[in-house]
């Protein structure tokens, strides 16, 4: 499926890997592909965000805030480091040799997973893309993909900056829709 992404979605989706790395998760949530969109900084997603005032330092402070009032904290994978070490495994040995062969930040561990939410997001991607007869998914289909993710946390950052889904669902696709003669 990620072939068929435009550059801008796939480096949306990569920052958002990124993002839950930086932040200490071991785990990508709709909360992360929201703040890869907004890192990313470019593409229609981008800009529609920005035009709502969602900016991304603001939408990673809600990101921890949320997550933390959920009870999720950030582990930065030690429970995964923590299991291998049992086993005889030194992952920062693993990622000193992985530096040195390959380059700096060529292995990172653990990768984070996607949340059940987040595999909704990007499958409704496909959906939302298809159903307005695009053949690639930008950014703007990932955050209509997004959108219908009640339950995911990207929807309730984006409350925290007072957007409602649905106008900005109706914004977004009124800038990607062509105008009828």
Avoid: K
Avoid at 24 to 31: K, L
Avoid at 96 to 104: I, L
């Amino acid at each position: 499926m990620f072939e068929f992404f435009t550059d801008q979605g796939r480096q949306a989706v990569v920052a958002s890997q990124d993002e839950a790395v930086a932040l200490g998760h071991d785990f990508i949530g709709t909360e992360h592909l929201l703040l890869g969109l907004l890192a990313a900084e470019a593409g229609t997603a981008a800009d529609v965000l920005h035009e709502q005032n969602v900016d991304l330092e603001r939408a990673r402070q809600e990101t921890v805030r949320v997550l933390e009032a959920a009870g999720t904290v950030a582990s930065g994978g030690q429970p995964a480091r923590d299991a291998l070490s049992s086993l005889g495994i030194d992952v920062a040995e693993i990622q000193r040799q992985a530096d040195t062969s390959f380059g700096a930040g060529a292995f990172q561990f653990p990768r984070p997973a996607y949340t059940a939410q987040a595999r909704t997001a990007l499958t409704n991607t496909l959906s939302e893309a298809r159903a307005l007869g695009h053949e690639t998914f930008g950014t703007e289909h990932i955050l209509l993909g997004l959108l219908t993710v009640p339950e995911g946390h990207a929807v309730e950052i984006l409350a925290a900056f007072q957007v409602d889904p649905a106008t900005l669902r109706e914004t977004i696709l009124t800038r990607i829709t062509p105008e009828q003669p």
